[in-house]
């Protein structure tokens, strides 16, 4: 199984195939991902475990366990865990292209913009 560990956290391939990828991510207390965009997929995210503050497009929104977030193709967003536990939650990428060079970084903390 293919994972990833980063400066926030880590996350976990779950499936991928021509149509969808399937990830579970980890976001450590205090920390966040990169503010970015995607010209070829779109992503949800149902949060598992913890609270995820999530900026789309600007306009900040917190979210708990249950809850899904529909991030549609070329919007900026960006999630954070603002509490004190790890925050879980699982991204199905959908559209025509997967892979990392499809990410534009808008403003990072750990210098990959």
Not at 22 to 50: C, D, F, M, N
Not at 54 to 66: C, H, I, K, N, Y
Request: proline letters at 4%; charged letters at 35%.
């Amino acid at each position: 199984m293919e994972f990833d560990d980063r400066p926030w956290g880590r996350w976990e391939l779950l499936h991928e195939d021509a149509d969808c990828k399937v990830k579970r991510i980890v976001v450590k207390p205090g920390k966040r991902l990169s503010y970015q965009t995607h010209a070829k997929r779109e992503e949800h995210w149902t949060v598992v475990k913890g609270r995820a503050l999530v900026t789309l497009d600007g306009a900040d929104r917190e979210f708990s366990p249950g809850e899904i977030v529909d991030i549609p193709t070329g919007t900026a967003h960006r999630v954070a865990n603002p509490g004190s536990e790890d925050l879980v939650f699982v991204e199905v990428q959908l559209g025509s292209y997967f892979g990392e060079d499809d990410i534009v970084r808008l403003e990072d903390d750990h210098g990959r913009v």
